[in-house]
């Protein structure tokens, strides 16, 4: 047998990276037998695997006798008819899907002149933003004519029928750019439609182009430049589905397509003042779309009201066997539906430190609509070590670029960044992975217990566990703006620390009014009552329909 290439000195020193103490009658042990296992691991990473390779291990959010929720109708949204169309091509490109889709139908508003607006206003702020990767005017033009011709032609696919969008730019589009935000893949074309891309195709949605995402879907850092807040042009728009909510506030699309693994839909909405609908892991197909973290990924919509989530979402869920972590679920929304009766939890916790007057002031609100608000509880766990998950997991879908060392051509090479994240996971323990594991399913118990207990939990989007132990248990989450704040420019957000932080705000210079939202959580695959519950609280709060002003 040939002698190691290492010592017993070496196998201390890694110790310390693994939190780990072994004795020195065990580090002499170790080195005659694990020369095989590191062989091992060198001769799988000569197998090269590509993005869309997935895990055989299949995340599944649902425990043993979990039950579809039934709730009678499956999609009822409320009728706008009569409202008349406005002169100002402003108001027009601001308004909800609701209204558009109501005008649409009624022959007041044309497909084709919808998204005309859409790309001079494209044209006109998206340099200001830097929110779109890619326009496709030519393409969006012929859609919006084919939508109307459909109309024309007695044909009404639905309440997306000729309403334009911006998809996120993780998304493949046949023929079109999709570079994941990042360096390596910026000139990537792919030879075929992800699966949302044809679902919303035949839906009756027009694509305006692809909007940034961070690279790699992490932050609002990309190949072309930053993602602008377009309340505050000084700061990001925090991410990573950052040109969508950018976008979607600034009045640029109708609504977007985001993805979240950890707060990539809702951590942009708090900072634009967008609305997003996070649904239960598993309701739309990922097929085609890049995969960051395959047991965590989602996809949904970034709007400007809670209805229009709702109607996006009905046209995007749906099983799909090219998806490994589909589920086949129905999907329930009525818009008449009433709140009474709901029972509403808080974490007291989440609305202590770190809380602020918008928050307080939505729990308040909440109050006033009626529902049962009562204290709810999680056991205590350490819910933030469930990150590591991310990292070993995203570390392992970009391995290539850590190991042949082209992480140093992306933009971003902060120590939060994913360059040196994907580094630092190469020493986390498969065994402390696999106890992660089993932790998770300890917190999948633990919220499903609190979700037996009331029917929705209200939040902060930071303060309290739920933004990373509702991610990992796959439940859905719906963000909406719950007031202002006056606020310095911020900080990009950052997983350095070893936990997920959203940006520290200047205090020593300017300040901005600046959006602040709030979370609702629901049951797995029953969306429909947060999204009543929504309703309600953005009536009561009365803030939705205030608009960025810029540039300034």
Known sequence: MSKPSFNASDIAAAELLMGVEYSVTERSQMLENLEGQIASAKARRGVRLANAVPMASRFDPRLAGCKMPTHGIASRFSVLDGVPLPRDVTDIAFATVTQLSAWITAGKLTSTRLTQIYLDRIAELGPWLECFATVTPERAL???????????????????????????????????????????????????????????????AVMLGKTTVGALAYNDIWYGGVTRNPWNLNEGSSGSSAGSASATAAGLCAFAIGTETLGSITSPCQRCGTTGLRPTFGRVSRAGAMALCNSLDKIGPICRS??????????????????????????????TRSIAGMRLGYLPEAFGEGATAVDHAALAAARRLGVEVVEATLPDLPYGALMNIVYAEAAAMFEDLTLDNTDDSLTWQADGAWPNTFRKARFLSAV?????????????????????????????????????????????????????????TRSPASLGAGKLTVGEADITGRTFKVPHGISLWGRL????????????????????????????
Request: charge should be negative; proline fraction near 6%.
């Open 525 to 552: 695959f029953d969306e429909g009552p947060i999204l009543n519950l929504g309703m309600a609280l953005e009536h009561e709060l009365a803030v939705a329909d205030e608009r960025p002003e810029f540039p300034a």
């Open 432 to 488: 402390d992975h696999v106890q992660l594991d089993r932790l998770r399913y300890v917190v999948m118990q633990a919220l499903d217990g609190l979700f037996s207990e009331v029917d929705a939990l209200i939040g902060p989007f930071m303060t309290g566990p739920m933004l990373v132990a509702s991610n990992f248990t796959g439940h859905p989450c719906l963000h909406l703006r719950a007031g202002f704040e006056q606020l310095g």
């Open 306 to 335: 809670v209805e229009d989530t709702a109607i996006v979402m009905a046209a995007l869920n749906g099983f799909d066997a090219a998806d490994r972590g589909s589920i086949d679920a129905p999907f329930h929304f009525d818009a």
């Open 142 to 204: 012929a859609e919006a004519a084919a939508a109307d011709a459909l109309l024309g032609a007695g044909v009404n696919l639905g309440p997306l029928h000729g309403i334009p969008y911006g998809l996120k730019d993780i998304f493949d589009t046949k023929g079109i750019v999709t570079g994941w935000g990042a360096e390596p893949f910026q000139n990537r074309v792919p030879d075929a439609d992800a699966a949302i891309v044809k679902t919303l195709r035949a839906a009756g």
